[in-house]
């Protein structure tokens, strides 16, 4: 059940059974030369609908452009500031809140979020943590789960890839975004083989030391195939996960 | 063409013969009993994805939560408020411009952000502005279109629906989700038959005023056929906006 | 009534019968060669305190500096950016709040202020609207008009100046101006006698298009006589909108 | 010659021989029960511009809603919270430097616009003062100057009022407003004549304290006359201490 | 008794018998070339310490870091700009309100942060005056006092340091923290003796009026001698005047 | 060598030699019954000034108020919400900056840091990487290290304490902070001696959740002369690190 293609009765009955809801988060930014540049805004929005479809919970619509500054020398990437992420965050939480979730799992696709993400729950639950009287209805409880982390995800991809899956424009990643949108794979020549690893800070620091813009991936193991493997095992997970989550 | 689907290779090869694009921009919030909450961001989505297909020009992500405070009556609406959404457009806007895009158009589903959209154009333009020294190749053209207003569509849409299309939650606006979306389609009976016209100021005095959440509408009269109609249209109309814009 | 010329019993007293005020906003902005930078808030301003006292309803301070980026390339222009003026207009309509106002109409008079001032409003709402529990005595009802657009006063406008009105530096507005303040009627030769019309983003680029600041305007048809019977339309029309409000 | 009152090509002109000015700012807030709620922004206004008539400098518009939180337990107060005024002051002074003002002199005309309005000059050079590349021409000198500590003004004050000319709504300032305004002298019994003096912290606080809004005055000692000598010491001094500013 | 070395039950059970505490508040700038980049944090750090611990009463923790922009061409400078001090100003007081404290007494060490205290101050007071249902528990009581104010410590100053005690990097100041750090005593010689008295801007302007950093002061004069008895005089002052404070 | 004990002079001498410094980070927050409130500010800069002072490089005046809004329901607590942090760190790393520093060091003493210094770090990059035109000498490199996980701190603090060292007012956090001051040291008795481990959301949800303050440790282990240890293996693994930083 997807937000976007519900109507405000369904949303109203969905809230009589559950207050919890899955939100996808991602980033639009280079995922190297034959990764999509919305690659992690669409595996969390690929698996959680999927997830949501099977099981029945709501999937909100995917917050699709995140923290991803140090990915603007390459051509597409969009950013927003961390403070404009957290301000938005706030918005769609209270949002959220007003209608009586009190859950909201964002199942994220992009690690350059995380930081942010943690930041802007404590800035939402600063609100009523200064303020002694708030309403007992007005609390939260906000997760953030990268959809790699969930149980046997990893390991599913480490089956399928077993060296160099990579820390960015990963093999696993690549492989679920063509698994759902299959014309879009790109066959090209990558140079080198395997990325380099290194660390990085701002935009032009990342570029020259990933010069195609890969981190220690060879994308070209990616299959659709291997894709489906790793979307069946997170939607598992991700069912199991924010079902114990809806009742924590 | 999709940004969220291309490689940062597609976008430099892209920006080598145009440095415009088009960023549908929508809204998550009621559309009354039958009307879809993402109506307002999948109807420029649907559109702008269609005419870039045809005519190869970049399509961004989906900026699909806007202002909608006054539909916070009904479950499921999510807004941001005007300054989040005015310090998300300048960031997306300048990561555009790092890349070397001069032209944003942004096809816009709802009349809600009309206001908030170009209070973020003059914010970012203000800053060259104010600034005699900024570099020439930091200037932006920006533009905001709503997709009903296009030349012809207004037309389709009054020759499909003479009566009562309404203001929101229109006949014409969930034909183009249903179009898109045919499973999507309820039928419910609607109490009138043809909603209430009236102002509003907050979400309080919206569902007042509006008790199932439509305007003036009477979206019974909506078919995905009809639907197509109006998608045709505005594709057309698009491509020529478009590329008069790209040129201009 | 102004408020600046009143006490803070007469406001008291003021409040006793009625919940309502106009203030006047506008903007510093160059208004071609002939016409003066605060035109667009003294045109309001004229009209307002006109009217106030004749129909004695309170007259709120002039929001003097508006949103005028594009005409920064004219010396006297002074803007603020559209962020600050959101929080500028919070400001004074949480204090007209604070006392008991719960309507508020701003008299317009510079079209640059409408995007910004109808995001200023949506902010407004927003915080009543993402809280269920705010009481109802801090509900606001908001209006914005431009004084030109009141029943009657364009149609005066155009009698007056069938052609070449124009869209901005308007022989109407400059003729109000001089009827209230005649002393400050400059005779210049304008070339082109008729501005040109063109689009505009930033100040660079409007002054490279408007090269005395003019838009489709020829103001040497203004006179103060002229400018006398546009304020007396407006008042009139101020009136009665005012007073539909105030009781709507 | 004010700002508002004048052409683009006059401030060009200006701007030839001097790039300084004088900006009147001042508050919306109760005087007492016979002082009016704009006299600290009419002050400053009603003493600038005649020095600038009479010495040919330019005023600009009057910043006429600034910090009066304490106030706002008396209906008609209005007040910007200090980071909006700040942000205002900002936009001010960054349009005013565009065109190539150096020097800004605020005559001030309400003590507790004071501390904001020196948060708001140290926030302004502190671009600069973090930016060592910042272009020399972007300097801006900037002074506030409260009306009444102009040099052999307090002397008048206290000669025309020798005692309890208070704090808030004093004589002296209710003196100056009557001398432009006339005809919105009050004559109201005050209870006590003379006001208690204390200390304040918010609206609720200073209401408690000072029961009719006065601070230590005795308004009723305040004539037009008295007004009219008080704004001539005030010119004189202005004149002087400005001219000495801009050379500086 | 300082915050820092408290446990949250000695704050508990502090708090049963006052609801005021002491917060030093300083700045991390030049202070010539022999005195320490920590002056004015340190001087009130020491003086409330000591106060603190003889007088029983809280001592938070030290605000260390003001508004020095104007310093900044010296290294070492730390500034925050003035709208981000506020930020945190208003967050320290929410948190500690929250905990049922409802005096804060500010002993600052730096005239420069004077205006954005105070300025805070009022940012921090609007939201109780903007919002008339604000719980009384709400209301707190703010003070800035500047330690060498305080009374009989200037005048202590002006007997160890008759003449040329100076306005920054004073003999005084630099005593009072070789007092407290001895191994800090710095000899140089110092070109003027006594530094220059002018005005300053930003930074740039600063270090160009004053190349060595000091102003008006010959701080060779400084003793640890005289900073004890200095710290004598300011300790006996605050203890009386918190005092005074908490009891108001 | 710490800056708040040094001179403009001494800094630009160390500037000759080394761009980079170490900043200690933490937070006033409870640290259970017997935990200092400022033990995550203490331990780094406890740290990092000992290493400083045996290693000669810079160590930054501590931040000592961090993000701790869970622990305000325990009085004492002092929080920064995250968005003020952000502003407050980039102004600290602006100013740095400024005066030649390069590469910044936080030593960070408090976990509920970390996502908002990593925010933080994104924010000041984003600004670069926006900004193609940005000059190199504006690029800086931000590190964030816990002192607990520093190379072999982790794992003297697991000898000294092999179980029940806890997740917050850990027995080896409270060891350091008495170590440097054994004066503080608490002892009463703990009930019960191991606290819970659980997850928290707001200030409330923790206090229920962990009524006396303490996550999973038993501080009653602490000794100084194990604090003494800990600090001993972090000075060295400090030291190690921060130079292979400065080299980098
Ligand atoms: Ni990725
Ligand atoms: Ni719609
Ligand atoms: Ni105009
Ligand atoms: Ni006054
Ligand atoms: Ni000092
Ligand atoms: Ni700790």
């Not at 991803?68 to 706030?90: C, D, N, V």
């Not at 007992?136 to 959809?147: C, D, I, M």
């Not at 690549?174 to 990325?195: D, G, N, S």
């Not at 790793?230 to 924010?242: E, G, P, S």
Request: net charge neutral; glycine share 6%.
């Amino acid at each position: 059940m997807q937000l976007a293609l519900s109507t405000w009765c369904d949303v109203e009955d969905y809230l009589r059974s559950s207050k919890a809801l899955v939100v996808p988060i991602g980033s639009m930014e280079q995922h190297g030369p034959t990764g999509l540049i919305g690659t992690d805004a669409l595996c969390p929005e690929i698996i959680a609908r999927r997830a949501g479809e099977r099981d029945n919970f709501l999937v909100g619509p995917t917050f699709n452009v995140g923290c991803a500054q140090h990915h603007l020398g390459f051509p597409g990437t969009i950013t927003l500031r961390p403070s404009t992420m957290i301000a938005a965050l706030e918005d769609w939480c209270a949002s959220l809140s007003r209608h009586g979730f009190r859950r909201i799992y964002f199942l994220n696709g992009h690690g350059g979020n995380t930081a942010t993400l943690h930041a802007a729950f404590a800035e939402i639950y600063a609100r009523r943590s200064l303020n002694p009287a708030a309403p007992e209805e007005s609390a939260l409880t906000l997760r953030a789960r990268n959809w790699w982390e969930l149980p046997a995800v990893m390991e599913t991809c480490r089956q399928l890839h077993p060296s160099n899956d990579g820390m960015h424009a990963t093999a696993s990643e690549i492989a679920v975004t063509w698994a759902a949108y299959p014309e879009q794979k790109r066959t090209r020549k990558l140079q080198p083989k395997v990325a380099p690893v290194n660390t990085f800070t701002d935009a032009n620091h990342y570029r020259e030391n990933f010069p195609d813009g890969r981190i220690g991936s060879d994308p070209s193991q990616a299959t659709a195939a291997n894709g489906e493997k790793i979307i069946a095992a997170a939607v598992d997970a991700l069912i199991t996960d924010f079902r114990r989550f809806e009742s924590s």
